[in-house]
């Protein structure tokens, strides 16, 4: 895996392919990503404001400890998995 941390800031990164790449801790603000792709990368700590993430895919990442627009998005995704659980 690559190691890149980095900060994007008022950029167009639409369609961008990060894959086995290292962005723990990067930061990404003012950033459109729409349509990108996220794999195998690690995102831990990474922080992501007033992006546009339509469309784009995330998988196989770690997660922990990123941040989008200020919210833990590990934590989101556990409250919506038991949400899930209790139907």
Do not use: P
């Amino acid at each position: 895996m690559t190691t890149l941390i980095e900060t994007f800031g008022h950029i167009n990164l639409a369609g961008a392919s990060f894959r086995d790449v290292n962005l723990g801790g990067a930061r990404f603000d003012d950033v459109s990503l729409k349509n990108a792709t996220f794999e195998n990368v690690n995102l831990a700590g990474a922080h992501f404001s007033d992006i546009d993430l339509s469309h784009a895919t995330i998988e196989a990442a770690n997660l922990e400890g990123l941040t989008i627009a200020g919210f833990d998005i590990l934590a989101l995704i556990a409250a919506e998995m038991k949400r899930r659980e209790a139907r």
